[in-house]
């Protein structure tokens, strides 16, 4: 089951700070994040494990709130670079499942 | 370079003309996986493998099949291709499914008429 991601989409100005969530009806061992550019793969972002272990991007933070089976990123002090389509994603039974994706938008 | 390959890129093909897409990579990974993407339904997955000769249904297996004889191979293969299945497709791999990054292959692009 795919997991809920919010919000949709966000338009950034530079300098501006967002942060997107990604719930699960299922416990959760980890939280995978992926930035996708328009034509192009995911991109690995960071995982976060059950017991706090992070792996993953220094510029970019999430956490992981195993009790709510809950995860969010925090875009923070955003550039242009950082605009394309943010997913989330979880692990049962060994299938990986991708939220729909929230697409971030920064404006200069 | 470590990198996952698919071919072909780009694909226009008509209702029941068989075709495979490659996949391909170079890290000795087990885990191997193939996603479909559609717009606002993200990514997808299809089927995935967790070695050689062993692989299992995702979320949307239905038309497709796969198979696993080389550890770097997954090759995805739509028997009877219908225009529903008209989509981005991604490969990945990986060290596992949970703890480990997914790296993507560049995406091929199969339109079926």
């Known amino acids: 089951q795919q997991p809920v991601q919010s919000p949709q989409a966000v338009i950034l100005r530079e300098g501006e700070d967002a942060v997107i969530n990604c719930s699960s009806s299922?416990?959760?061992?980890?939280v995978h994040w992926y930035r996708q550019k328009h034509g192009e793969a995911p991109i690995f972002l960071m995982i976060?494990?059950?017991?706090?272990e992070q792996k993953g991007h220094d510029k970019i933070s999430a956490s992981f709130n195993e009790k709510k089976q809950q995860s969010s990123l925090y875009l923070t002090a955003s550039q242009l670079s950082y605009s394309g389509t943010y997913f989330c994603?979880?692990?049962?039974?060994?299938?990986?499942?991708f939220g729909a994706g929230t697409t971030v938008t920064v404006r200069a | 370079e470590a990198q996952v390959t698919q071919n072909p890129r780009y694909l226009i093909t008509v209702t029941g003309k068989k075709l495979t897409v490659t996949c391909s990579q170079n890290?000795?990974?087990?885990?191997m996986s193939w996603y479909r993407q559609d717009p606002g339904l993200g990514l997808r997955q299809i089927y995935y493998?967790?070695?050689?000769?062993?692989?299992d249904k995702g979320d949307v297996p239905e038309g497709y099949k796969v198979s696993r004889k080389e550890k770097r191979n997954f090759p995805l293969i739509l028997e009877s291709p219908s225009p529903n299945q008209t989509s981005l497709y991604f490969c990945?791999?990986?060290?596992?499914?949970?703890?480990?990054?997914?790296?993507f292959g560049p995406g091929t692009r199969l339109t079926v008429t």
């Open positions: 299922k416990a959760l061992y980890s």
């Open positions: 990945a791999s990986s060290l596992g499914p949970d703890s480990y990054e997914q790296y």
């Open positions: 976060l494990l059950k017991g706090g």
């Open positions: 994603g979880t692990e049962a039974d060994y299938k990986l499942s």
């Open positions: 890290m000795n990974h087990e885990y």
């Open positions: 493998s967790m070695n050689v000769e062993v692989t």
